[in-house]
């Protein structure tokens, strides 16, 4: 059975750190791409990351994370990470990984198989 778990939203102050863990299970993690995305309420889920499980190399950053969030891979734990600093209340949101068969990513949330069921992440001002 495949399955995605994300793990480590919590509440946090503005300008504060957290990192979420992506622990993937039932599948050939190497073979895959994985992406973070987010759904505040009342608006649509977006990409915040993306990662090759292949190489680890292949990377990408929404802009508005860009120099705060880092995205990496622990192919021996099968788990993905997004470390976020400085956060913001606008990163407010729940936080999802899924998985995408390849090595490489993609940036819409209709071109991922698998998703996890969720974080929340709650940024204070």
């Known amino acids: 059975e495949v399955q995605l778990v994300e793990s480590g939203g919590d509440l946090v102050q503005a300008g504060g750190s957290l990192r979420l863990s992506c622990a993937a299970s039932g599948f050939t993690f190497d073979d895959y791409a994985i992406g973070w995305f987010r759904q505040a309420p009342g608006k649509e889920r977006e990409g915040v990351s993306y990662?090759?499980?292949?190489?680890?190399?292949?990377?990408y950053y929404t802009d508005s994370v860009k120099g705060r969030f880092t995205i990496s891979v622990d192919n021996a734990k099968k788990t993905v990470y997004l470390q976020m600093n400085s956060l913001k209340p606008e990163d407010t949101a729940v936080y999802y990984c899924a998985s995408v068969y390849g090595s490489v990513w993609y940036t819409e949330p209709d071109d991922y198989t698998y998703w996890g069921q969720g974080t929340q992440v709650t940024v204070s001002s």
């Open positions: 990662i090759s499980c292949f190489d680890g190399g292949s990377t």
